[in-house]
């Protein structure tokens, strides 16, 4: 992949680029009008593909936020088209990376000497470029090292790639202005805690540390000394990322080991610790030969409150859920409901969230639940995009749902889809008796 040499720093440069891009985006539906008026053939597909690839391609080049928010969007498969989501899913762990000259001009800004004073080897040329950072193989002492280095200005550019990001999210996902700004705060204080690889190390060996007992896991062993708020360096695990193991077509034995790992891990995290990993995305995790799931990168985290596990876990049961009055109380501590809204919002809200809810709650109300189950998946995006077609929710007069939903939700719901990429078959019933 060709480097890239040099990132957009200062606002006005990184405005500009976003607004050239409303431009080629705009000229992209011209163009595509233009070809029908005259009989071409051409469709809205092509039309997404063109303009997916395009603000990707502005948001590869100002890394940080922005790019972030195209590795978000990538999971979001019941609201955008394919389109979007296939090019923006390369921000996981494809990204255009940095060429030599600014990896050693960010070590010896932040480290005080250069790559190759640090460690006895180092691989000028990335393994792995994301969104925040990318991923270079070293060695010191005889030990494989993998060093993430941060790309320049990421966390100085938060607030102002958000702000300019905002209109894009709003318009590829529906969102009314009220639900996106309720969950803004939020957003942007996760990333710029995944900006501090100083809180990345800490959180790192706390996770490794409560979570080593757990059988067929791997986690790095992290280095203080050779890092820094802006370089981590960890001991290298071996592994293909979930997406590439699946594609060497595993046993299906194997696919329910791996399958089976990630759920005891995120179910652990929820019901014991109450603080996830909230990155699920398929290049956080390497697969190794005998089906052991290294996991890597604990920059993104979110600490459950007590009384939102509570409530959230408690709708999941169906003594609860079936519950009239015991569902309600819970739905307005989850903000999802509120005791002021009108009788008309109750009856509209209520059933539409209780229909979600079961849906999403199916896999914990058995002792196994096999993931491979299209009709499951295709129920939970027909329903997401039936809720965003919804006038009623769209234009509702304020947010349904609690700001630490945000990345909760986003967190089962991208487990979900690592085992239906896994098609995995496990057993499920552990969570619900916890």
Not at 219 to 241: K, V
Not at 298 to 319: N, Q, W
Request: overall charge negative.
């Amino acid at each position: 992949m060709e480097e890239q040499h040099k990132i957009p720093t200062s606002k006005v440069k990184r405005a500009s680029r976003f607004v050239r891009t409303g431009v080629k985006v705009g000229g992209n539906y011209m163009k595509h009008y233009a070809k029908k008026a005259v009989g071409a053939k051409v469709t809205k597909e092509d039309l997404d593909k063109e303009n997916a690839d395009d603000i990707y391609k502005t948001l590869s080049e100002l890394k940080g936020s922005a790019l972030k928010v195209a590795q978000v969007l990538s999971m979001e498969r019941n609201l955008l088209p394919s389109a979007y989501t296939d090019a923006f899913a390369m921000a996981q762990h494809n990204a255009p990376p940095l060429s030599g000259p600014l990896v050693v001009k960010t070590f010896k800004q932040y480290i005080g000497k250069s790559p190759q004073q640090v460690f006895d080897t180092f691989d000028m040329q990335a393994s792995h470029a994301a969104s925040i950072g990318q991923v270079h193989e070293a060695s010191k002492n005889g030990q494989k090292l993998a060093v993430k280095i941060q790309y320049p200005g990421v966390a100085d550019s938060v607030k102002s790639d958000l702000r300019m990001v905002k209109p894009f999210a709003l318009r590829l996902l529906g969102l009314s202005e009220a639900d996106l700004d309720q969950y803004f705060d939020e957003v942007e204080n996760k990333l710029l805690e995944e900006t501090d690889y100083d809180l990345e190390l800490q959180q790192s060996q706390d996770f490794s540390s409560k979570c080593k007992h757990l059988p067929n896991l791997a986690f790095a062993e992290y280095y203080p000394e050779m890092s820094s708020n802006r370089i981590l360096t960890m001991s290298w695990l071996d592994g293909l990322t979930l997406g590439e193991w699946v594609q060497t077509n595993p046993s299906q034995e194997l696919r329910n080991k791996v399958g089976q790992s990630l759920w005891d891990f995120y179910m652990y995290q929820a019901h014991e610790l109450k603080f996830l990993h909230s990155d699920p995305h398929p290049g956080n995790f390497l697969i190794q030969e005998d089906g052991t799931v290294g996991v890597i990168d604990f920059g993104c985290t979110k600490k459950i409150p007590v009384h939102f596990y509570d409530s959230y876990f408690a709708l999941a049961r169906p003594e609860v859920i079936d519950n009239e009055e015991e569902r309600y109380k819970h739905f307005v501590t989850l903000e999802m409901l509120h005791e002021d809204d009108t009788q008309t919002d109750k009856n509209f809200f209520m059933p539409l969230f209780v229909r979600g809810v079961k849906l999403m709650a199916r896999p914990l109300h058995s002792d196994s639940f096999d993931f491979s189950d299209n009709e499951f998946f295709t129920k939970i995006y027909s329903f997401g995009e039936e809720l965003a077609k919804m006038p009623e929710v769209r234009k509702s007069s304020r947010p349904r749902g609690s700001k630490h939903a945000l990345y909760v939700q986003r967190t089962i719901a991208g487990l979900f889809n690592l085992l239906n990429q896994l098609q995995a078959n496990i057993h499920t019933r552990w969570s619900v008796e916890d």
